[in-house]
């Protein structure tokens, strides 16, 4: 969410900041949040006015009264029917002007920071540093899904996307056995690194959440096609299907719309990422400022739709549903979100390099960063397969963006007076591309998965798989 008084007071930023995102529509925004801001004001002083004004008439008529004086009595009388006309109608006007200026500044995505590079999309991204060289091995390497599948156990196929489909449809896994237990392995040893290492707490928070939640971390109102939605039988008990059988009448779309919303207002989501559940863990409350930074990580599942994604990466691990990730969550003060930034990469880059995995550190430009990103770095780790690297982790600073969506504010000790937070969050790492990353480094000519030395312990000694 955007600060009016600042887009009033300095719209050029807003028209600047967006239009280096790509947004097109960067100046009409910005005349249009002004526009609604201004009837917005005009209509809170004609409430006002016409208020004040009542209130003097309500005075006035009891003088009037008292002196019987009937005639001045009625003809104030009729003037104070006008005001409250007048008064309901202003009422009307900032409610539909205050709702319509809260969705547009919704619906914008925040302003990148000044050190941002600008660029249309990924090829304007910068890389900043590269940890250990492209694994090129000596024979032709096999992508991660094939090493799965031709991987055998008591259950059949380690990796059994066929299985997987049966039950739930596509873009699923059921992983058996070995590679089962190195999928535990990889979140639990993760976990252990980012909270005793790195000093993150950790918190095993809900995986279904209210739309007020994925408001205020930014999947909605923007993302909701790519959400996972349940609706409590407690709130609504008519289904979808029941609905679309209902026989065409004339009221047939208003008796949807409104049904729409009755299951929208009792809908609870699946959690694209557990930074909705630790970033609103903040929300609508004061932290004092000698409590920041708080670092908070979870080990959960996560769920997304993928909407408008069809056809890149439909087979194997890199693009499910339904995947495991260890999340990174900061709440600092301004003055600690730079630093913070920087500490959190550091924190999901110790991973991939205890793993003795290849990767590089991207900087993001304008045009390539998520919705509430300020600053963006993704580490992509080298898959030898495709021969190239590939997204494994994102770690944003989002200013105080997230914190105006949640009213999450701070409190200097001894002082009054509140500020909103900062936000960052970012994954420590994805468990399923860590999966893939380590099938596909350390397999063998034979189809031999090697177990990295650090997660040896976890899988109770063993070295290989298959």
Not at 65 to 94: R, T
Request: glycine residues 8%; negative net charge; contains cysteine.
């Amino acid at each position: 969410m955007h600060d009016i008084k600042a887009l009033r007071e300095t719209p050029e930023i807003y028209i600047k900041g967006w239009s280096s995102r790509g947004r097109e529509t960067a100046q009409s925004d910005v005349d249009q949040a002004l526009t609604l801001d201004k009837d917005l004001r005009a209509a809170k002083t004609a409430f006002e006015t016409n208020q004040a004004q009542l209130k003097k008439l309500s005075g006035e008529i009891g003088k009037a009264k008292a002196q019987k004086d009937e005639a001045k009595a009625a003809e104030l009388m009729a003037e104070v029917e006008g005001l409250k006309s007048a008064i309901a109608e202003a009422q009307e006007q900032e409610r539909a002007k205050g709702e319509a200026l809260k969705d547009l500044l919704a619906s914008l995505p925040n302003l990148p920071f000044d050190d941002v590079p600008h660029g249309e999309d990924e090829a304007g991204n910068v890389e900043l540093r590269k940890h250990g060289a492209p694994n090129i091995l000596s024979f032709t390497a096999k992508d991660h899904a094939d090493l799965g599948e031709a991987l055998k156990g008591p259950a059949g196929a380690m990796m059994d996307f066929e299985a997987a489909a049966k039950i739930s449809g596509s873009r699923f896994v059921v992983l058996k056995g070995q590679l089962a237990r190195l999928e535990r392995a990889i979140g639990q040893w993760m976990l252990d690194v980012q909270t005793a290492e790195h000093g993150y707490l950790e918190v095993n928070p809900p995986v279904l959440v209210r739309d007020h939640a994925l408001f205020g971390t930014g999947q909605l109102p923007k993302f909701e096609e790519d959400l996972f939605f349940a609706v409590s039988g407690d709130n609504f008990d008519v289904s979808r299907e029941d609905l679309l059988e209902w026989p065409a009448h004339e009221d047939a779309q208003a008796i949807m719309a409104v049904t729409l919303k009755l299951m929208k207002s009792g809908r609870l989501s699946l959690i694209p990422t557990a930074e909705v559940s630790l970033t609103n863990l903040v929300r609508e409350a004061i932290t004092s400022e000698e409590e920041l930074p708080l670092r908070l990580t979870a080990l959960t599942n996560c769920f997304r739709a993928e909407a408008g994604s069809a056809g890149r990466d439909t087979k194997g691990m890199i693009r499910q549903h339904q995947f495991q990730k260890v999340e990174l969550v900061s709440i600092t003060t301004p003055e600690q979100s730079a630093a913070e930034h920087d500490r959190m990469t550091e924190c999901a880059e110790t991973i991939l390099k205890k793993l003795d995995l290849s990767f590089r550190t991207m900087l993001l430009c304008t045009g390539d960063m998520g919705f509430g990103a300020r600053k963006t770095y993704d580490l992509e780790v080298w898959l030898p397969s495709q021969n190239t690297y590939r997204e494994i982790s994102s770690c944003s600073n989002c200013g105080d963006f997230q914190a105006r969506r949640m009213d999450a504010r701070i409190r200097k000790p001894g002082e009054k007076g509140t500020r909103f937070a900062h936000t960052l969050n970012g994954s420590g790492l994805a468990v399923g591309r860590t999966l893939v990353a380590i099938m596909e480094n350390y397999q063998d000519e034979g189809g031999r998965i090697a177990i990295p030395d650090v997660l040896q312990p976890y899988m109770g000694g063993l070295t290989q798989i298959g």
